[in-house]
């Protein structure tokens, strides 16, 4: 079965952290909550480093700076209802996976974070990836009512891993 989550690491200290690992555990999970499962479907994920992300984070979203986690969907799923869950997409063939899309994640800022709120980085490395996946499935916070469901999501899924509610 090929892997749910294809990771490429361009700052090997994402391999010595064991991303690769991490990013399939979480995103499994994400999918697994939604009563998805993960065969069929694809995510594309980069472990990089800030001086990477920020670029990806200005010529994306016009934005100067690293920032921890970016996404970019494969398609829009969110119908535009606040506080309801987005369509879920059907599975593709295994040979043939629903391409969900990319995730790229920063070594640096991921590691001073984690440092910050005094949590290990493998768990603050799983929140930003189920963040992240959520933001592929169509899940956003622009309104309160979208924070509250992917919140309420995160919260859920993460505990299933046994890590801490980040929100507390």
């Known amino acids: 079965m090929e892997p749910l989550v294809d990771t490429v690491i361009e700052d090997a200290r994402w391999e010595a952290a064991g991303l690769p690992a991490i990013a399939e555990r979480a995103a ?17 994920l980069m472990g990089c480093d800030d001086a990477r992300i920020a670029e990806l984070n200005r010529g994306f979203r016009g934005k100067p700076g690293a920032t921890n986690v970016l996404s970019w969907p494969a398609e829009l799923l969110a119908d535009g209802t606040p506080g309801l869950p987005p369509a ?26 984690a440092a910050e709120r005094g949590k290990p980085l493998a ?46």
């Open 123 to 168: 768990d603050h490395a799983t929140h930003l990836i189920v963040h992240a996946t959520l933001h592929l499935l169509g899940y956003d916070h622009v309104s309160e009512a979208d924070a509250e469901l992917m919140e309420g999501a995160e919260v859920r899924i993460l505990s299933t891993l046994g890590v801490a509610d980040p929100y507390a």
């Open 28 to 44: 499994a999970a994400v999918l697994r909550d939604l009563g998805m499962g993960a065969e069929g479907y694809q995510i594309s």
């Open 88 to 113: 879920r997409p059907q599975p593709g063939a295994r040979e043939d996976p629903w391409v969900l899309g990319d995730i790229a994640i920063a070594f640096d800022t991921c590691a001073r974070e």
